[in-house]
């Protein structure tokens, strides 16, 4: 079993331990959506980039980015975009430093059907996990990608602030504020 199986089976669980957590709220008026993420987390949001939730000190730990398109998801063709054109960055990017690209997969994340892929590299001769998936919905579609050191409480982390940014999706900014 490759560490990718392993790891995508780490991450099949993750989420059902934040059921008891009480969670922050995260708004993003500039791409118009909201979710939630732990309340220790930070997040800043960078028009090129989407918003980034910190899981730890800002700019040098574990990441979730979060960035919504306003195109209706069935318009984007993810299975030629992981097959032909993310491998293809990835390779760009890290070179010799890439362990291993991961291969296309449909991940199920907070009973969401999501395409997506998995892979690691190395940074500083540290193994890394890169994993990025997009939300196909009906108005619009969302891409979630976690960056973090690959040791198994890490991931395990990083993996589960997806899974909680993802089942928490708000496609409105106030979504939150204005239930309370």
């Not at 318009?75 to 890290?94: P, Q, R």
Request: proline residues 4%; glycine residues 6%; charged residues 20%.
């Amino acid at each position: 079993m490759s560490v990718l199986m392993v790891l995508a089976l780490l991450f099949a669980c993750a989420a059902a331990e934040e059921e008891d957590v009480v969670m922050r709220i995260v708004s993003c008026p500039e791409q118009g959506f909201s979710t939630l993420c732990r309340p220790e987390y930070s997040y800043d949001f960078h028009p090129d980039g989407g918003l980034t939730l910190w899981l730890g000190e800002p700019e040098v730990s574990s990441s979730v980015t979060i960035f919504k398109t306003d195109a209706p998801g069935a318009n984007f063709d993810s299975e030629y975009y992981f097959k032909n054109v993310y491998t293809a960055l990835l390779e760009s990017s890290y070179g010799d430093d890439l362990i291993d690209a991961g291969e296309y997969t449909v991940y199920s994340l907070a009973g969401r059907q999501m395409p997506g892929q998995m892979s690691l590299y190395l940074r500083d001769g540290e193994t890394r996990l890169c994993f990025c998936a997009y939300d196909l919905r009906d108005d619009c579609f969302v891409r979630y990608e976690a960056n973090c050191v690959g040791e198994d409480v890490e991931i395990e982390r990083a993996l589960t602030a997806v899974a909680v940014s993802v089942g928490n999706f708000q496609p409105d900014p106030d979504y939150y504020s204005s239930a309370q």
